[in-house]
């Protein structure tokens, strides 16, 4: 796949924000790493702080493409569809951090950008878990009596769950405790 001058730059800057920092990193580093002219650079976007945008915005829509796939699978039933998306989930988030130079990168140290960028990606994981406890419900494969707040709760308790994830906190026993988080929502969203 070939990829554009915009996507050329903006995967450069991941590259360089993960390794070298935000601060020490120059739009002039990020042109010259991308073998673009600074005018080139400056014509996609007026600023560092765009370049830091777009990253961080092309890693929630990898991520929001990603967990609709796993989500919207026509082949799969609704329970099925939950139970990958709960397992794929936690490590795809983790992929992105230690792609992007750990939790310690400024990457994640300016919470109030990656927050404004993450509530699409937010919105639109909700409106998909809606879709399928909606479909489940439907169907007769799950009593949820509430599918809006169901959703909201869900992805509220996976989000929790990620930072403690990714330090390694429960580690040694994630197939476990996934287990465990599955069963537990079975046990609520199941039809009787």
């Known amino acids: ?19 070298k920092g935000y601060a020490n990193t120059s739009m002039n580093d990020i042109a010259n790493a991308a073998n673009k002219g600074r005018r080139t650079l400056y014509t996609y976007f007026k600023n ?3 370049v830091f945008y777009a990253v961080i915005r092309a890693e929630t829509l990898a991520l929001r493409d990603y967990l609709k796939q796993l989500l919207t ?7 099925e569809r939950l139970t990958d998306y ?3 989930r936690l490590d795809a988030v983790r992929d992105i951090v230690i792609r992007n130079g ?4 400024e990457f994640f140290q300016n919470q109030n950008l990656v927050e404004r ?16 406890l909606e479909e489940g419900k439907a169907t007769g494969t799950m009593d949820v009596p509430d599918p809006a707040f169901a959703a909201l709760v869900l992805q ?16 040694l026993e ?12 079975r046990k609520g969203f199941e039809s009787k």
């Not at 699978?73 to 329970?79: E, F, L, V």
């Not at 750990?102 to 990168?105: D, E």
């Not at 994630?174 to 929502?185: E, M, P, Q, V, Y």
């Open 86 to 88: 709960i397992y794929v």
């Open 117 to 132: 960028v993450r509530r699409r990606l937010d919105f639109s994981e909700r409106n998909y878990l809606r879709l399928l």
């Open 102 to 105: 750990g939790l310690t990168a």
């Open 48 to 50: 560092k702080d765009e």
């Open 174 to 185: 994630i197939a476990k405790k996934k287990n465990l988080l599955l069963d537990f929502l």
């Open 73 to 79: 699978n026509p082949a799969k039933s609704p329970m």
């Open 1 to 19: 796949m070939v990829l554009d001058t915009k996507d050329v730059l903006i995967d450069v800057a991941r590259t360089l924000f993960a390794t």
């Open 156 to 171: 509220s308790a996976l989000k929790g769950m990620e930072l403690p994830y990714i330090r390694g906190e429960f580690a």
